[in-house]
């Protein structure tokens, strides 16, 4: 069946890094565009970081452009973000998605498979 599994999340200070990791199984991960969306405490869950099939493209939230960065390996069907200069405001659960065709890559309904989420804390 269909894994994506999370992991790297922890607490850290303000200005930390980490770097999320996410295992994909059960479909054909190299023909999938992949996400990163996050959901805090009371809020919708938004868009982090995108990355197409080949990994030559990615996009970002406003927020965490030039600060966090998504990739890709298609050999070890896994898709990872590198989160530097982590702030409070960064703190939420972090989810990996899946999409194959449609939709707005940055909205949640365009995606077909979903992680369980990893959660990231950051104290200031």
């Known amino acids: 069946q269909v894994q994506l599994v999370e992991s790297g999340g922890g607490s850290v200070q303000a200005g930390d890094s980490l770097r999320l990791s996410c295992a994909a199984s059960?479909?054909?991960?190299?023909?999938?565009?992949m996400a990163w969306f996050r959901q805090a405490p009371g809020k919708n869950r938004e868009f982090v970081a995108s990355i197409i099939a080949n990994g030559d493209w990615t996009d970002y939230a406003d927020s965490v452009r030039g600060r966090f960065t998504i990739t890709r390996d298609n050999t070890k069907n896994a898709v990872y973000l590198q989160m530097n200069s982590l702030s409070p405001e960064d703190a939420a659960v972090y989810y990996c998605?899946?999409?194959?065709?449609?939709?707005?890559?940055?909205?949640?309904?365009?995606?077909?498979?979903w992680g369980q989420g990893t959660q990231v804390t950051v104290s200031s």
């Open positions: 998605a899946a999409r194959y065709y449609g939709g707005n890559y940055y909205e949640t309904s365009a995606y077909d498979y």
């Open positions: 059960g479909f054909d991960f190299s023909n999938y565009f």
